[in-house]
């Protein structure tokens, strides 16, 4: 695995973006543009990131963005790639960065229009499980029991399984990543970047905004959620599936950590712990991550 050391030295992350404090979506792009070495046209919906970059004409991002509507990233990104194709451009990578409102919902649509078109380009979920940027609505990726501004007594119904949807367009490349592993990131960014065709990679990014944690708390949420089995890193090239070292040690049940200790540190589960704990939706939750690793290796095994 490459080294922090061996990654570019050069940002593309500037200072003076407009993200909040402990925000994990940046290092995750941070060290996705270090992989792509900058060689991007980046293609941005309405989500955080849109955000983040800053207000013309001044940008916290050092790589061309082009931002488009909630429902259009990934029609938008082929038409990117279609204009470099003329201009026999093939050096540049196209990549969608786009939150789960965007992938999950909104622009899923489009997304599965430009992968049966088989689109030479890279679509990123960032999932930070909610619609963050506009009040911490609930999402498709929400999960079960989490709270937000539209689900203030816990969400009734466990996300959606996008990695199958996804799975089903056999697209060239697919991977899931986590910010609290950027090492491990930057690998798979690096990979998809020498790949051709439609390659999609799926982000987990915890939030303290709405996800209601002490920012400093950003990179151990992440990993417990590898830790507990609720977040299983893995990639697939072609029909060739593996689980990344991180996850795979955790395929054993008996090595996984209780999904408690995931839950308890986000202020979006407190109703799971307080007045009192709430043993049967906390059980529920863990069975549910089984029944996860479970889909997962029926699916690609």
């Known amino acids: 695995m490459v080294a922090i050391r061996e990654m570019p030295l050069k940002e593309f992350v500037l200072k003076g973006n407009a993200a909040c404090a402990g925000c994990m979506d940046t290092l995750a792009l941070r060290h996705a543009l270090k992989a792509l070495e900058g060689k991007v046209i980046q293609v941005v919906p309405a989500c955080c990131t849109s955000v983040i970059q800053s207000l013309w004409p001044k940008s916290g991002l050092g790589v061309p963005i082009l931002n488009t509507a909630f429902m259009a990233a990934a029609a938008t990104a082929s038409g990117v790639r279609a204009a470099l194709k003329a201009k026999g451009r093939e050096d540049v990578q196209v990549m969608v960065w786009a939150g789960d409102g965007g992938t999950f919902d909104i ?22 499980q909610v619609y963050s940027n506009t009040g911490t609505q609930r999402s498709g990726a929400t999960p079960l029991y989490a709270q937000t501004t539209t689900t203030w007594y816990g969400k009734t119904e466990p996300e959606k399984m996008l990695d199958l949807v996804v799975a089903a367009h056999e697209p060239a490349y697919q991977a899931t990543a986590n910010a609290a592993y ?3 990131l930057y690998e798979k960014f690096k990979r998809a970047s020498e790949i051709h065709g439609p390659k999609f990679i799926h982000v987990l990014i915890p939030c303290p905004q709405a996800w209601n944690y ?22 697939r090239i072609g029909d060739k599936f593996k689980l990344s070292p991180q ?23 407190s109703r799971l ?17 089984q029944h996860r690793w479970d889909v997962l290796m029926r699916t690609f095994t």
């Open 214 to 235: 002490p920012v400093e708390l950003g990179v151990e949420i992440g990993k417990l959620a590898v830790e507990t089995g609720y977040w299983i890193l893995w990639e």
């Open 107 to 128: 622009g899923i649509q489009a997304l599965s229009g430009a992968f049966e078109r088989r689109t030479d380009f890279l679509y990123v979920c960032y999932n930070n």
């Open 247 to 269: 996850s795979k040690r955790f395929q054993d049940p008996a090595k996984r950590k209780p999904i408690e200790e995931f839950l308890k540190l986000q202020g979006r589960f």
């Open 182 to 184: 950027p090492r491990d």
């Open 273 to 289: 712990f307080k007045p009192k704990k709430d043993e049967k939706k906390i059980a529920e939750l863990q069975a549910y991550v």
